[in-house]
């Protein structure tokens, strides 16, 4: 009986976060640059303002909820799509941030760590797919792949920071992030494979 109204209570509490979740972003998307007070969260999530302290913490801790919660969701994106190739983690990671470009941007100018943005779910499935590719012979056996997704990892956060200041558009932040990909890929290349991996890289001729 104890465990069932403890994980009743667990699942109340989950709402209702994921209530001040959504209400924050409600209001980034209605007012992009307003400043986000515990007191307007609490209102559009129809919760007190002591229930957003204790279920998120300070107001600082708002941007690093919501990432969490997009780490969450890039997660269960990433899964759902098994995402076993390279390109499509990296399509996917890029996908989920201009999908909701607003609170995205915003979360990401405002988090101080949010150069941890990458490190949870993509860096995660990054390495998996690049030590994949070892493993089919794709990219050569004495490659540290760990150390290669984190390159990519790292090449990807700065894209991402030039899209956040909007220095690129959502076109350019995936081929950049695509060509940093590219870039590790062709420098790690088996011999069987190099010319494969390196032709997004070579000059096309002009039609």
């Not at 979740?21 to 992009?32: I, N, Y």
């Not at 909820?65 to 390279?86: K, P, V």
């Not at 990054?126 to 090449?155: E, I, K, N, P």
């Amino acid at each position: 009986m104890q465990a069932a109204e403890g994980g009743l209570r667990a699942r109340h509490k989950a709402q209702r976060r994921g209530r001040i979740l959504e209400a924050t972003r409600e209001l980034l998307r209605e007012s992009p640059e307003s400043v986000i007070s515990t007191e307007r969260i609490a209102a559009r999530a129809e919760v007190s303002p002591a229930t957003v302290y204790n279920l998120i913490g300070p107001r600082d801790k708002i941007w690093e909820a919501l990432a969490a919660d997009f780490m969450d969701e890039l997660e269960s994106r990433l899964g759902a799509g098994g995402a076993g190739d390279a390109r499509e983690v990296v399509r996917s990671t890029v996908q989920l941030f201009v999908d909701d470009p607003v609170v995205s941007r915003r979360m990401v100018r405002e988090w101080e760590d949010s150069g941890l943005a990458l490190r949870r779910g993509p860096l995660t499935h990054l390495r998996r797919a690049l030590a994949d590719a070892r493993a089919q012979g794709l990219l050569r056996a004495d490659v540290d792949t760990d150390a290669l997704a984190a390159v990519v990892s790292t090449a990807c956060l700065g894209a991402l920071h030039q899209w956040v200041a909007a220095m690129t558009d959502d076109d350019q932040f995936l081929v950049r992030t695509l060509l940093a990909l590219d870039v590790a890929l062709a420098a790690a290349a088996a011999d069987p494979h190099r010319d494969r991996l390196l032709a997004p890289l070579r000059t096309q001729d002009p039609a």
